[in-house]
């Protein structure tokens, strides 16, 4: 991985995005342990909210405005939290552990930490506040 404070040359480069995709990762090796059952449903909804962030973080850096970068690292932001509650919902019917969730978890928030610093740089505050 790139390291925090290298030149940004693609979205590759970007540390969020780097979190995002080893974020992915862990959510496809915890939903391996989800019940076949689950495979059109639950299992595909977290896998689904987990390749959104990291997708949506590069498509955004793709597009070269930062109005629309912004608006679709918010919409990053917003499978994240899609992601967490699914995970909540894993545990809740009994297909992942608490300590599963708590792994991917823990690699959720500090995704999120990143993803809302880097929205917060690139939000200019209104005049006047």
């Given at each position: 991985?790139?390291?925090?404070?290298?030149?940004?040359?693609?979205?590759?480069?970007?540390?969020?995005?780097?979190?995002?995709?080893?974020?992915?990762?862990?959510?496809?090796?915890?939903?391996?342990?989800?019940?076949?059952?689950?495979?059109?449903?639950?299992?595909?909804?977290?896998?689904?909210?987990?390749?959104?962030?990291?997708?949506?973080?590069?498509?955004?850096?793709?597009?070269?405005?930062?109005?629309?970068?912004?608006?679709?690292?918010?919409?990053?932001?917003?499978?994240?939290?899609?992601?967490?509650?699914?995970?909540?919902?894993?545990?809740?019917?009994?297909?992942?552990?608490?300590?599963?969730?708590?792994?991917?978890?823990?690699?959720?928030?500090?995704?999120?930490?990143?993803l809302h610093g880097l929205i917060r740089s690139l939000v200019k505050p209104k005049a006047g506040k």
């Amino acid at each position: 991985m790139a390291a925090t404070n290298s030149i940004v040359r693609n979205y590759q480069d970007l540390h969020v995005w780097q979190k995002a995709r080893l974020l992915a990762k862990r959510v496809y090796e915890v939903t391996d342990a989800l019940p076949a059952h689950e495979q059109y449903g639950l299992t595909q909804q977290l896998r689904r909210a987990a390749v959104s962030i990291p997708s949506n973080i590069a498509e955004g850096y793709g597009r070269g405005g930062r109005q629309d970068y912004v608006r679709f690292l918010k919409t990053a932001r917003g499978s994240l939290y899609e992601l967490q509650t699914q995970l909540l919902l894993a545990q809740d019917f009994g297909y992942l552990s608490e300590q599963q969730v708590a792994a991917v978890m823990q690699h959720a928030a500090q995704c999120s930490q990143v993803l809302h610093g880097l929205i917060r740089s690139l939000v200019k505050p209104k005049a006047g506040k």
